[in-house]
């Protein structure tokens, strides 16, 4: 049946909108296929066979796409023991560098899923497409791609010259970026808009505000002895890792909006053995970056208790990994653009905030003005139901190419204004 003219949406009228609208079943096979790679973050060689498959996709563009090697980072094992630990590597494409306009496109290829997990299957489930990684953020990775394949196709030759956009897909969001942190940090100081794929949220809503998130390990060092002969002798580090756990715990509700997980508490070893190592995991999240102090003094202060109670000396680890991320300023500007642009494509975008923290959060902190939630349309993130749903593949590369087609052809206004831009001091009037 041919649709009529009032049932079509916005979204596919005029010749690059009924392009990417042609592209929806290539996408939903990309996110199948990348979705039967297990990349959980941990899976260095399942990571490196994702970027190759995307590789071929990234490079038919005028840029040649670089796989970049990060450094390896530093965990806390259960034995409190720093261990290095190599990840996989990062995917950059970069188009016109020295254009006046700059945007960067990013989102993540790793997921939580690890390689014995017993979520591994993509299956179709009538307008969903369920399986690891489909919502976060395999979707968002193909509707960049799609989106700037649309510019590329639509952008008037002569404009070309004046915008340009970079491509970042790193290999460990899912654990706060730890090893990609300078490859962001560089991507955020030479451009001047941030485009992240993460999901939105179930009902199509974007993110406005995030909370800030920080992990710390706490290793506590007693001292081992006999538990039959010379019990007096030791020095309880699961005791003590078990009292600071659950005075940790107890701050919840101290502080509104400030929330400490104690996620995981290890160490110890045979039953006639006094323990001399205990570890504490703990994740925090918090509304506002002038809490950290506090945070750390607490946490500080339970740690220096249970030592001289107890006798066991601690140690913590980690740091604050994300700072909260606010709706102001540029970010502003840019969330109500995106709105603005999808109320003209008929979507109808709504602002949330949540504690859940991505990239946008960290470029944000390095001057990099972002909205974050341009992904799919999905839901169960984190959990063995993830889905997306399938047509907010084309609905969200064609958001995703109006902004870009928008900015670039002065459709939409630049949001950045050329002094606030470091376009060199020469033309700053
Ligand atoms: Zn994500």
Redesign the pocket.
Known sequence: MVESMETVPEYKKTEHRNWINSQQDRMTSLVEKWASINSGTYHRIGVESMVNTLLPEFSKFEAVPQILEIPSIQQVNDRGELQSIELGPALSVRCRPDATKRVLLA??TDTVYSVDSVFQAVKHDSNRLCGPGVA??KGGIAILLVALEALERFLPQELQEHFGWEVLLNPD??IGSPGSASLLQAAASRNHVGLLF??SLPDGSLVSQRKGSANFEIVCRGKSAHAGRHFEDGRNAIAAAASIAVQIHSLNGRWPGTTFNVARVDGGGPLNMVPDVGVVGVNVRYSGQDQEATILHTLDGILSEVSSSTGVESERFGEFTAPPKQAEGLTETLLHQVVETGTELGLNLNLRPTGGV?DGNRLQRWGLPNVDTLGVRGGE?HSHDEFMIKESLAERATLTAELLLGWATNKIPWPISRTEADYGSSEKS
């Open positions: 989102i993540h976060d953020a969001e899912e993460e999901p991505c993130i």
